[in-house]
Protein backbone atom coordinates (compact mmCIF):
# COMPACT_ATOMS: atom_id res chain seq x y z
CA UNK A 1 0.00 0.00 0.00
CA UNK A 2 0.88 3.79 -0.93
CA UNK A 3 2.72 4.53 2.13
CA UNK A 4 1.50 8.78 3.23
CA UNK A 5 4.21 8.73 6.47
CA UNK A 6 6.01 11.42 4.65
CA UNK A 7 3.05 13.65 3.60
CA UNK A 8 3.37 17.03 4.33
CA UNK A 9 0.79 19.91 4.04
CA UNK A 10 2.23 22.95 2.42
CA UNK A 11 -0.09 26.07 3.31
CA UNK A 12 -1.96 28.06 1.16
CA UNK A 13 -2.09 24.92 -1.64
CA UNK A 14 -5.35 23.01 -1.97
CA UNK A 15 -5.02 19.51 -0.14
CA UNK A 16 -6.82 17.53 -2.55
CA UNK A 17 -4.20 19.55 -5.37
CA UNK A 18 -1.26 18.60 -2.62
CA UNK A 19 -2.50 14.91 -2.18
CA UNK A 20 -2.51 14.08 -6.23
CA UNK A 21 1.46 15.78 -6.27
CA UNK A 22 2.44 13.12 -3.57
CA UNK A 23 0.35 10.56 -5.22
CA UNK A 24 2.08 11.76 -8.61
CA UNK A 25 6.09 12.23 -6.82
CA UNK A 26 5.73 8.12 -5.95
CA UNK A 27 4.87 7.92 -9.62
CA UNK A 28 7.29 9.69 -10.53
CA UNK A 29 10.22 8.57 -8.06
CA UNK A 30 9.30 4.97 -8.93
CA UNK A 31 8.05 4.26 -5.07
CA UNK A 32 4.70 3.78 -6.33
CA UNK A 33 4.45 0.43 -8.57
CA UNK A 34 1.15 -0.60 -10.93
CA UNK A 35 -1.68 -1.98 -9.10
CA UNK A 36 -0.47 -0.94 -5.64
CA UNK A 37 -2.99 -0.18 -3.81
CA UNK A 38 -4.02 3.35 -1.86
CA UNK A 39 -5.01 4.10 1.32
CA UNK A 40 -9.20 4.05 1.30
CA UNK A 41 -10.56 7.64 1.19
CA UNK A 42 -11.60 7.00 4.98
CA UNK A 43 -8.48 5.91 6.39
CA UNK A 44 -6.40 8.79 4.12
CA UNK A 45 -9.07 11.43 5.30
CA UNK A 46 -8.40 10.52 9.31
CA UNK A 47 -4.61 9.85 8.56
CA UNK A 48 -4.51 13.69 7.16
CA UNK A 49 -7.11 15.24 9.22
CA UNK A 50 -9.35 16.42 6.25
CA UNK A 51 -12.78 16.12 5.41
CA UNK A 52 -13.28 12.50 3.10
CA UNK A 53 -14.83 15.05 0.37
CA UNK A 54 -11.14 16.30 -0.35
CA UNK A 55 -9.96 12.89 -0.51
CA UNK A 56 -12.44 11.73 -3.00
CA UNK A 57 -11.61 15.39 -5.17
CA UNK A 58 -8.04 14.14 -5.32
CA UNK A 59 -9.07 10.26 -5.97
CA UNK A 60 -11.56 11.07 -8.71
CA UNK A 61 -8.98 13.58 -10.19
CA UNK A 62 -6.17 10.36 -10.43
CA UNK A 63 -9.01 8.50 -11.92
CA UNK A 64 -9.47 11.06 -14.71
CA UNK A 65 -5.98 10.91 -15.10
CA UNK A 66 -6.28 7.21 -15.72
CA UNK A 67 -3.36 6.95 -12.99
CA UNK A 68 -5.85 5.18 -10.32
CA UNK A 69 -8.94 2.65 -10.50
CA UNK A 70 -11.62 2.36 -8.30
CA UNK A 71 -14.00 -0.90 -7.96
CA UNK A 72 -17.27 -1.32 -6.27
CA UNK A 73 -16.47 -3.27 -2.50
CA UNK A 74 -12.76 -3.43 -3.70
CA UNK A 75 -9.62 -1.41 -3.34
CA UNK A 76 -8.19 1.67 -5.12
CA UNK A 77 -5.17 0.60 -7.02
CA UNK A 78 -2.64 2.30 -9.17
CA UNK A 79 -2.73 1.60 -12.44
CA UNK A 80 0.53 2.06 -14.54
CA UNK A 81 2.46 1.53 -17.42
CA UNK A 82 5.70 3.07 -18.90
CA UNK A 83 4.01 5.67 -20.65
CA UNK A 84 1.74 7.20 -17.80
CA UNK A 85 5.13 7.29 -15.71
CA UNK A 86 7.22 8.87 -17.97
CA UNK A 87 3.96 11.37 -18.79
CA UNK A 88 3.69 12.10 -15.04
CA UNK A 89 7.59 12.59 -14.32
CA UNK A 90 7.37 15.12 -17.37
CA UNK A 91 4.18 16.87 -16.07
CA UNK A 92 6.02 17.49 -12.75
CA UNK A 93 9.69 18.36 -14.58
CA UNK A 94 7.90 21.08 -16.28
CA UNK A 95 6.42 22.49 -13.70
CA UNK A 96 9.27 22.68 -11.84
CA UNK A 97 11.44 23.80 -14.63
CA UNK A 98 9.03 25.82 -15.57
CA UNK A 99 9.30 28.03 -11.57
CA UNK A 100 13.47 27.82 -12.37
CA UNK A 101 13.04 29.63 -15.47
CA UNK A 102 10.93 32.15 -14.48
CA UNK A 103 13.35 32.87 -11.47
CA UNK A 104 16.32 33.09 -14.33
CA UNK A 105 14.39 35.58 -16.78
CA UNK A 106 13.48 37.89 -13.43
CA UNK A 107 17.24 38.22 -12.16
CA UNK A 108 18.65 38.64 -15.88
CA UNK A 109 20.39 35.59 -16.42
CA UNK A 110 20.99 34.19 -20.21
CA UNK A 111 19.97 31.13 -21.29
CA UNK A 112 23.51 29.98 -21.97
CA UNK A 113 24.33 31.11 -18.02
CA UNK A 114 21.18 29.24 -16.98
CA UNK A 115 22.36 26.20 -18.30
CA UNK A 116 25.85 26.78 -17.10
CA UNK A 117 24.43 26.81 -13.72
CA UNK A 118 22.05 23.49 -14.07
CA UNK A 119 25.36 21.66 -15.57
CA UNK A 120 27.64 23.26 -12.54
CA UNK A 121 24.76 22.07 -9.91
CA UNK A 122 24.08 18.56 -12.02
CA UNK A 123 28.04 18.37 -11.51
CA UNK A 124 28.00 19.06 -7.58
CA UNK A 125 24.93 17.06 -6.80
CA UNK A 126 26.51 13.38 -8.49
CA UNK A 127 26.02 14.12 -12.20
CA UNK A 128 24.68 10.74 -13.77
CA UNK A 129 22.09 8.42 -12.33
Known amino acids: MLAFDSFRMEEGVPIYLQIMRFVERSIAAGTARDQEELPSRRT ?69 EALELVARLWDREGGEL
Open 44 to 112: LSAMLGVNPNTVQKAYRLLEEEELMESRSGAKSVLTLDERKVRDVRTKLLEGEIAVLVAALKETGSSKE
